[in-house]
């Protein structure tokens, strides 16, 4: 249960990041951060008690293996996870170039 | 099994890279490549309206028939809301694609710009077609982060502000959307839509699945840009370039928000009563909170932004009296009514409002500014967009004989044959300020005469764009035949009833 | 951006070959072992990633490397909607069908149609990565100008 509690307070963790910091990679960061805790509550969902990795042996006696589907969403998602980072910096980068800097305070062209 | 039903998905992604490749050998292949993949899609979503009606069908990705009653694999499902948005993204999907033919041409690189149109297209369709939790997540994913790279197309400041707004919103989504699967998949170790319903009926966990929804709901209440989660919508939607505007507006906010959230609101939940309540009051301050933000504006795309929020709150508030009405157990007619409503100002809505941005478009490309107080007396120098603006306009407030009369009438009636009387008055009053929103947009735009300033010659905008918006005009008229009982009968109350029965849906995809 | 000192290039020139190899590894072994397509394609992008970061990135030839590795990511990834599609024609009529014969469990050369997925994923994911590094790495040397 405190495993994930702990998940949890990560995403708080990384909400605080987003909200409170001025420069934009820490925001991308604190969005990484937050996304890898979405990715432990997964995997720990999928833990069932005495379970080893599923790999089955065809030879061997049969085991309680842990549940594989929640694996495989995290792989899927993480790679999700990359494409959004990866746009994110795109337009970061270009956000410096156009207004030369990275505080977010001085970026309100948009109003109203 | 339907084999149309995974083609809707793997052609644009097909096109979409297709168009990547030989687009940097061939020059202007990826124009015309895309208007032909699009209007295929379109023909085939018209096929599918004309024929599911009555017989809704079910895919199983990869052959994984449901064993002793549980599904194993992917399904993907196509009933009659389905064939509704898939008839709403592929129609303006195409009009949108053929609009920017012309419009596209000052942006240097257009290949990128069609295949991104056509992973959006393939992501929304990914997201409509699917009866699997995650699923519906990762096409979700794709056509949000290809509408991202759309709104900053042109890299200019305005864009690139709007573009990390909507990214940084857009995630916290996801990541929202990412908890609630996670926690469902906790109790019920399944993710097929069907099956979840089935395995919720057996636990009594209250706290808990009133949790899971209200993070659902904050989720693809982002999305779908509902007070209080709009704060993206006016820059995303002014800045992007005038033809995934229109997108946007028209089609993704409903496919990749409200969608969603009626499917598994009414499919996967039993339907609590505090929570359709909350529902019913988001709906309501949207509508009224984004009409009153919208009068103030001068800027011609954010004063149809934030319209947009507001017809979105009618769909939600009537969504959401349906809601109250079937968790309460009584009247169930009435009910069916103001869900058909609700879906019939969605369809409308993507209607009036593509039209509307098209046409906005179409002032920015021949002006070049978007600010209502230069412009004026277009009425005579733009004739084609004058009189379909006109028409949108009349739509958009209601009246009749065109669709947004209908629809807004069904979703009054509904709330006062319920007997939320407030609600009918709110209903009633936003139609009002609407219609003197738009009454100011057109006096300013076409009606007014500019006396004193240089006279810049203004001519009609060219032919494409003249006949998307020509086509699309006619498309809110003939979406007004759909109040009619014979037409409502075979496109609208199929959708009310696989979503309002219990019953139906797990019918359809467990096979029992 | 320079290369760095020359104990880092002599080691990176030695270690991404071995890098690439186990990426392969990696891919190819997807039905048998965890990994699959998105690990091992991860994998060989950082092989190559490595050698970029190592001998400094004022190398003329990038644009043309990035144009080359575009290619090939939108290349793979239509072979794997082909792949998919295949199942349409082969004999189930069924999108995402399994029609090549399994084999025995455990052997590597099993389980149908996986490990051409995995193969094809796999190229994807690692030229789809580069081209990101490539368009944030050329893109900071136009801004550097």
Not at chain 1, 38 to 56: C, E, H, N, S
Not at chain 2, 98 to 107: D, N
Not at chain 3, 51 to 80: K, Q
Request: proline share 4%; with cysteine; glycine share 10%.
């Amino acid at each position: 249960m405190t495993a994930y509690i702990l998940c949890f307070i990560l995403f708080l963790a990384g909400l605080y990041g987003v909200i409170t910091r001025r420069n934009l990679i820490k925001i991308a960061i604190s969005l990484s951060v937050m996304e890898f805790s979405m990715f432990l509550l997964f995997a720990l969902i999928g833990y069932t008690d005495g379970g080893v990795a599923p790999i089955v042996d065809p030879t061997g006696p049969a085991k309680v293996y842990v549940d594989p589907l929640p694996q495989a969403l995290v792989l899927t998602a993480i790679v999700i996870g990359l494409a959004t980072t990866a746009m994110l910096m795109a337009t970061i980068i270009r956000l410096y170039r156009k207004y030369g800097t990275f505080d977010i305070r001085e970026i309100k062209n948009l109003k109203g | 099994m339907n084999p149309l039903i995974p083609l809707f998905v793997a052609i644009p992604l097909t096109g979409a890279f297709i168009d990547m490749i030989l687009g940097s050998f061939i020059k202007g292949f990826s124009r015309c490549f895309t208007q032909v993949i699009i209007l295929a899609l379109a023909s085939m979503s018209i096929y599918s309206a004309a024929t599911t009606g009555t017989n809704p069908s079910v895919y199983y990705v990869g052959g994984w028939e449901p064993v002793n009653g549980i599904p194993v694999g992917i399904c993907m499902v196509m009933d009659g809301f389905t064939v509704l948005m898939l008839c709403i993204i592929n129609i303006v999907g195409f009009l949108s694609a053929f609009y920017s033919l012309s419009y596209i041409k000052r942006f240097t690189s257009e290949n990128f710009y069609y295949a991104l149109f056509c992973l959006m297209t393939a992501g929304m369709n990914g997201v409509v077609l699917g009866g699997d939790l995650f699923n519906i997540f990762v096409f979700l994913e794709i056509s949000v982060i290809s509408a991202y790279a759309l709104v900053a197309f042109g890299v200019e400041k305005n864009e690139l502000e709007a573009s990390f707004k909507y990214q940084v919103l857009g995630s916290l989504a996801s990541f929202f959307i990412l908890a609630g699967i996670a926690l469902i998949y906790w109790k019920t170790k399944t993710l097929n839509i069907a099956d979840i319903r089935e395995m919720l009926k057996a636990g009594h966990d209250r706290p808990f699945y009133i949790f899971v929804e209200l993070l659902i709901l904050c989720g693809f209440g982002l999305k779908a840009a509902i007070i209080p989660f709009h704060a993206w919508l006016p820059d995303a939607h002014s800045s992007a370039p005038s033809p995934i505007s229109a997108m946007l507006s028209g089609v993704l906010i409903k496919a990749a928000g409200i969608y969603v959230m009626i499917r598994l609101f009414f499919n996967l939940f039993e339907i609590n009563e505090s929570i359709a309540v909350l529902i019913t009051t988001l709906g309501a301050l949207s509508m009224v909170i984004g009409v009153f933000l919208a009068i103030g504006q001068w800027d011609i795309k954010r004063l149809l932004a934030y319209h947009s929020i507001s017809q979105m709150g009618y769909v939600v508030l009537s969504v959401g009296m349906g809601m109250i009405l079937i968790s309460r157990g009584l009247k169930h007619e009435i009910a069916m009514l103001a869900v058909a409503g609700g879906l019939y100002h969605l369809v409308n809505h993507a209607a009036f409002k593509g039209l509307l941005f098209l046409n906005a478009g179409a002032i920015e490309y021949t002006l070049g500014t978007r600010d209502l107080k230069e412009m004026g007396g277009l009425r005579k120098s733009m004739p084609a967009t004058s009189a379909t603006s006109f028409i949108a306009s009349m739509s958009i407030s209601g009246i009749p004989p065109f669709n947004g009369f209908f629809s807004k009438l069904i979703i009054i009636i509904a709330a006062v044959m319920a007997g939320f009387y407030f609600l009918a008055f709110l209903a009633i009053l936003v139609s009002i300020i609407t219609l003197a929103s738009f009454l100011k947009f057109q006096r300013y735009a076409f009606f007014n005469r500019k006396e004193g300033k240089e006279e810049r010659v203004v001519k009609e905008v060219p032919f494409p764009m003249v006949f998307s918006m020509v086509v699309m005009s006619l498309l809110c008229l003939i979406l007004s035949l759909l109040a009619f009982p014979g037409i409502r009968d075979a496109i609208l109350t199929p959708a009310t009833d696989i979503l309002t029965d219990p019953v139906k849906y797990k019918d359809l995809v467990i096979g029992l | 951006m320079k290369g760095m000192t020359i104990i880092v290039k002599k080691t990176t020139r030695l270690i991404s070959g071995l890098v690439f190899l186990y990426g392969i590894y990696i891919i190819t072994h997807g039905h048998l072992t965890p990994g699959g397509g998105f690990a091992g394609g991860v994998i060989i992008a950082g092989s190559f990633i490595l050698l970029i970061l190592a001998f400094g990135s004022d190398f003329p030839g990038l644009a043309r490397e990035e144009a080359g590795s575009t290619l090939y990511e939108n290349l793979a990834i239509l072979i794997v909607v082909f792949l998919a599609v295949s199942g349409l024609l082969a004999a189930g009529r069924i999108f995402f069908l399994n029609w090549i014969p399994k084999g025995t469990p455990g052997e590597l050369v099993s389980a149908g149609i996986i490990p051409l997925y995995n193969i094809f994923v796999g190229i994807e994911v690692a030229a789809s990565v580069l081209t990101i590094f490539l368009a944030l790495v050329i893109f900071k040397e136009e801004l550097a100008e």
